[in-house]
Nanobody, 126 residues
Framework: QVQLVESGGGLVQAGDSLRLSCAAS????????MAWFRQTPGKEREFIAA????????EYADSVKGRFTISRDSAKSPMYLQMNSLRLEDTAIYYC???????????????????WGQGTQVTVSP
């Protein structure tokens, strides 16, 4: 019902900025919560940020608060993750996700999100 495609990843130096995009196509008329997660080899998928179905609420992991900004203007617009002051430890595959049940509380748990993109690699070098 929802297809997600991430873009914008790449190789940057520590301290640089990068903006990720997540384009959504859907057969449902619902709006939905969306989120960004990231994963590195051998580790669990890590919550980064989420935005509510009405774009009114956001959540951030402590590790990115103040450096990353999640945004989305409308149900038909992409979701973005603006990443500033990138650090080596931000290197990961970044995934966007959608939770098509907007009556639920905005969640940081990956198992609350039903749809996932294929991921985009972000590599931060010294």
């Amino acid at each position: 019902q929802v297809q997600l495609v991430e873009s914008g990843g790449g190789l940057v130096q520590a301290g640089d900025s990068l903006r990720l995009s997540c384009a959504a196509s859907t057969t449902t008329s619902r709006t939905y919560h969306m989120a960004w997660f990231r994963q590195t080899p051998g580790k669990e998928r890590e919550f980064i940020a989420a935005i509510s179905w009405n774009f009114g609420s956001t959540e951030y992991a402590d590790s990115v608060k103040g450096r990353f900004t999640i945004s989305r203007d409308s149900a038909k617009s992409p979701m973005y993750l603006q990443m500033n002051s990138l650090r080596l430890e931000d290197t990961a595959i970044y995934y966007c996700a959608a939770d098509i049940h907007p009556w639920k509380v905005l969640s940081r748990a990956s198992n609350e999100y039903e749809y996932w993109g294929q991921g985009t690699q972000v590599t931060v070098s010294p």
